[in-house]
């Protein structure tokens, strides 16, 4: 299929880890994004990771590639009430059709409980 | 901290108006996009550029418009208003050339049709 698709809901207790999951479709994918989106405000990137890596970590965030399943996910460890948001997952496809263009998933909506 | 501006940020406006959505980066970016974003949280690309004098339509058809005669500048116009255009848009930037090239978003402007 086309989609890029993402569990639309997730809630956590603050302090536990979430885990978003994402699965993509073109396995000529170069880069990998997660984004989040604050309520009012436009998408900030997150980080990334290049489909030739299996792990990126920054700070709290832990990207994950499983490359022959095309899944890709996002941990956030010690979630805070601040953590509350969408969160995007995009591939770049490098196929003719998309121009080199981000095709975003759906968003999963992140609730995290004090 | 990306610059990318967008104005106005809410707009209220009756059926049958003329409107223009504001887009401005000062990151002398090559690229730029214009998303839809409904209710349900899903990005739709209606628009984007290459550059100067190039304007190409997304994967959501759209009655509206842009021109890019400067780098800089983006607009979106809609030459007749419905409750339908009723949505939250999104532009974007990016550098051109080379697969890493995260988009940088701007705050969105949240229009509503009467």
């Known amino acids: 299929g086309e989609d890029v698709e993402q569990s639309l809901f997730l809630s956590v207790r603050e302090g536990d880890s979430s885990v978003i999951n994402c699965t993509y479709t073109?396995?000529?994918?170069?880069?990998l994004y997660w984004y989040k989106q604050e309520p009012g405000a436009g998408l900030q990137l997150l980080t990334y990771?290049?489909?030739?890596?299996d792990m990126k970590q920054d700070q709290r965030l832990t990207v994950l590639l499983n490359k022959k399943d095309k899944h890709l996910s996002l941990r956030i460890a010690d979630t805070q009430t601040g953590d509350s948001a969408i969160y995007f997952c995009a591939e770049r496809r490098e196929d003719g059709g998309s121009q080199g263009n981000l095709i975003f998933g759906k968003g999963t909506k992140l609730s995290v409980k004090p | 901290e990306a610059d990318i501006y967008q104005t106005p940020r809410y707009l209220v406006i009756g059926t049958g108006k003329k409107i223009t959505l504001e887009c401005s980066q000062t990151?002398?970016?090559?690229?730029m996009y214009w998303y839809q974003q409904d209710p349900g949280m899903e990005l739709h690309l209606i628009h984007y550029?290459?550059?100067?004098?190039?304007?190409e339509k997304g994967d959501l058809s759209s009655e509206s418009t842009v021109s890019r005669i400067r780098t800089e500048h983006f607009p979106l116009t809609l030459e007749s208003a419905r409750p339908s255009h009723t949505s939250q848009y999104l532009c974007a930037s990016s550098e051109w050339g080379g697969f890493n090239s995260p988009l940088h978003f701007g705050n969105g402007t949240r229009l509503t049709v009467t």
């Open positions: 990771i290049f489909s030739n890596m």
């Open positions: 073109d396995s000529s994918s170069t880069y």
């Open positions: 550029s290459y550059g100067v004098n190039s304007t």
């Open positions: 990151m002398g970016h090559d690229k």
